[in-house]
Protein backbone atom coordinates (compact mmCIF):
# COMPACT_ATOMS: atom_id res chain seq x y z
CA UNK A 1 0.00 0.00 0.00
CA UNK A 2 2.54 2.21 0.47
CA UNK A 3 6.30 2.68 -0.72
CA UNK A 4 7.83 2.29 2.48
CA UNK A 5 7.16 2.75 6.18
CA UNK A 6 8.39 6.09 6.92
CA UNK A 7 6.23 7.05 3.73
CA UNK A 8 3.55 5.05 5.26
CA UNK A 9 3.92 6.93 9.04
CA UNK A 10 3.69 10.47 7.31
CA UNK A 11 0.52 9.30 5.27
CA UNK A 12 -1.05 7.60 7.90
CA UNK A 13 -0.40 10.93 10.55
CA UNK A 14 -2.08 13.48 7.10
CA UNK A 15 -4.96 11.11 6.58
CA UNK A 16 -7.96 9.56 8.18
CA UNK A 17 -8.96 5.89 8.09
CA UNK A 18 -12.09 7.38 6.30
CA UNK A 19 -9.85 8.31 3.72
CA UNK A 20 -8.75 4.78 2.68
CA UNK A 21 -10.69 3.33 -0.53
CA UNK A 22 -12.75 -0.12 0.47
CA UNK A 23 -10.09 -2.32 -0.82
CA UNK A 24 -7.37 -0.56 1.84
CA UNK A 25 -9.88 -0.68 4.42
CA UNK A 26 -10.42 -4.38 3.50
CA UNK A 27 -6.56 -4.88 3.39
CA UNK A 28 -6.38 -3.47 7.14
CA UNK A 29 -9.19 -5.59 8.45
CA UNK A 30 -8.05 -8.84 6.90
CA UNK A 31 -4.16 -8.13 8.00
CA UNK A 32 -3.95 -6.20 11.54
CA UNK A 33 -5.45 -9.08 13.51
CA UNK A 34 -7.61 -6.38 15.67
CA UNK A 35 -8.89 -6.90 18.96
CA UNK A 36 -12.58 -6.70 18.72
CA UNK A 37 -12.46 -3.46 20.30
CA UNK A 38 -9.67 -2.18 17.86
CA UNK A 39 -12.20 -3.69 15.36
CA UNK A 40 -14.65 -1.59 16.57
CA UNK A 41 -12.84 1.33 16.70
CA UNK A 42 -11.62 0.82 12.90
CA UNK A 43 -15.07 0.57 11.35
CA UNK A 44 -16.46 3.20 13.22
CA UNK A 45 -13.30 5.93 12.53
CA UNK A 46 -13.32 4.60 8.93
CA UNK A 47 -17.19 5.95 9.00
CA UNK A 48 -16.10 9.54 9.97
CA UNK A 49 -17.09 9.36 13.54
CA UNK A 50 -14.93 11.37 15.71
CA UNK A 51 -13.40 9.85 19.32
CA UNK A 52 -15.50 11.64 21.17
CA UNK A 53 -18.64 9.93 19.13
CA UNK A 54 -16.58 6.46 19.03
CA UNK A 55 -16.22 7.17 23.45
CA UNK A 56 -19.90 7.49 23.42
CA UNK A 57 -20.87 4.79 21.25
CA UNK A 58 -18.59 2.17 22.63
CA UNK A 59 -19.44 3.40 26.31
CA UNK A 60 -15.73 4.06 26.80
CA UNK A 61 -13.59 6.89 28.19
CA UNK A 62 -12.05 9.45 25.52
CA UNK A 63 -8.44 8.15 26.62
CA UNK A 64 -9.67 4.75 25.90
CA UNK A 65 -10.01 5.70 22.89
CA UNK A 66 -6.86 7.15 22.35
CA UNK A 67 -5.03 4.29 23.20
CA UNK A 68 -7.81 2.38 20.73
CA UNK A 69 -6.14 4.49 18.02
CA UNK A 70 -2.66 4.06 18.53
CA UNK A 71 -3.18 0.27 19.09
CA UNK A 72 -4.69 0.49 15.51
CA UNK A 73 -2.11 2.97 14.01
CA UNK A 74 0.54 0.35 14.98
CA UNK A 75 -0.91 -2.56 13.45
CA UNK A 76 -1.69 -0.68 10.56
CA UNK A 77 1.66 0.34 10.77
CA UNK A 78 3.24 -3.13 10.52
CA UNK A 79 1.31 -4.57 7.34
CA UNK A 80 2.34 -1.86 5.25
Do not use: G
Not at 10 to 25: G, I, S, T
Amino acid sequence: ICESKWVCMDYLDEMKLYDFVERELQFFRDNCNFTPDERQYFELRAKHYSNLQISIEMNVSESKVSKLAKSVKTKILRVV
